[in-house]
């Protein structure tokens, strides 16, 4: 048996429920009881657990199948990076955002030096191919380390108010950390927050930037882009 079709092998639900299930998880801000009683409500009777283990196993696959699929993203990088407690220990989490609002990347690690930033520049450059033309950064003199040392050619924008596109790219993760009663290690929410990313750009279609007719067109293209993912 090939690999393609031994994904839902051994799973004694239908791949439509798993792929439901860990769709909901990502999209929404729920618990995994509220999707077991969400389930339930349907006839489907599966216990938390079963939901949990089904987002950690399937989640990062359907997002590498995402991030594969994805068309790309923009030649400028907002970059910022925020506070996150982690069993009593402080972690920062950097994001890379493009000027479309789409999330580039994000990584946890357990400082904000040079050496981090210089990691996350590799692993951006690494995971995206292409260095970007522009980086939008706040003051923070670890992002000149790094863009000195690794991406000198690119601009590197530092004024005041410019980074506020990665600064309200935020709040989604801080609401996703308060609904799981925070992250309980660094390895579940680098899990967690790398699908949640790939999840978000599909269906974040600027609602309020486009009419009706074309917001359900983009929706319907996003479950589309959905079900070739989470495919047998």
Request: charged share 30%; proline share 3%; with cysteine.
């Amino acid at each position: 048996m090939n690999k393609s079709t031994s994904l839902y092998e051994r799973h004694r639900f239908p791949a439509e429920i798993i792929q439901y299930a860990v769709w909901l998880y990502y999209r929404f801000n729920m618990s995994h009881r509220d999707i077991e009683d969400l389930l339930a409500e349907r006839g489907i009777e599966v216990s938390y657990e079963s939901v949990r283990l089904w987002c950690n196993k399937f989640g990062p696959h359907y997002a590498r199948r995402l991030k594969r699929r994805h068309l790309g993203f923009g030649d400028t990088f907002y970059m910022d990076e925020i506070f996150v407690k982690i069993q009593g220990k402080q972690q920062y989490l950097w994001r890379a955002v493009d000027q479309d609002g789409e999330v580039v990347d994000v990584f946890l690690q357990s400082r904000r030096d040079g050496a981090a930033a210089k990691r996350f520049f590799k692993r951006l450059i690494r995971n995206h191919g292409n260095e970007p033309r522009k980086i939008v950064t706040d003051k923070l003199r670890s992002y000149g380390v790094a863009h000195r040392e690794l991406i000198p050619e690119a601009i590197h924008d530092t004024s005041q108010y410019a980074n506020n596109r990665a600064e309200v790219s935020h709040p989604p993760t801080r609401v996703r950390e308060r609904g799981m009663r925070r992250f309980k290690s660094t390895q579940q929410a680098q899990r967690f927050l790398s699908a949640h990313a790939a999840v978000y750009n599909l269906f974040n279609l600027g609602r309020h930037l486009v009419s009706a007719m074309h917001y359900r067109l983009f929706r319907d293209n996003a479950f589309s882009s959905w079900r070739c993912a989470t495919a047998l």
